[in-house]
């Protein structure tokens, strides 16, 4: 890494390149969103993100969040993990159970069960179902902690600091 100097701005500039337009209202057709998820790579962490209208990067909904869509296919369950952010999950449709921490219960959580995952809480979510899919809205704070530099990720033990440019730095 290469240091550089610094630029030294007027105060009244520094709050003229710090200020973001107003944003875009946004409607995304469940539609649109059923027949993209259809046709992209799944990953059961994930399988689309919304994104759109007059926000500050790509991937947010609003300033420093992002939705996603995270569909499970019937018997799948996401590993268990923990990471710098939170999620609010909402269960669009299907049954399936949540797990926190170690040595907790399983909650079973069901079509309109709204969820919250706290910042460096250990989880895991499955689809127990033999038919259906689990189709659940994840808001989350990715986009924030991206922006300030920390976004980490632990999953089976191993540490993953993320930086854009740098992929992944993996520590125990």
Known sequence: MQTVEGDILPFSEYLELTSKPLADPVVWKWQSIESGAGT????????????GGNVDEHGTVAPDLSLVIQILKPGETTERHR?????????????????????????????????????WCYHSIGNRSGSEPFVL????????????????????GKLQIIYAGAGLASHR
């Open 83 to 119: 990471h710098s952010f939170w999620h609010l999950y909402i269960v669009r449709s299907g049954s399936g159970e949540i797990v926190f921490g170690e040595d907790q219960p399983v909650e079973k959580i069901e079509t309109g069960d709204t969820i919250f995952v706290p910042a």
């Open 40 to 51: 992209r790579p799944h990953n059961p962490q994930g399988t689309l993100a919304l994104s």
């Open 137 to 156: 809205y994840r808001m989350q704070n990715l986009p924030q902690n991206a922006s300030a530099g920390n976004l980490m990720r632990e999953i089976g």
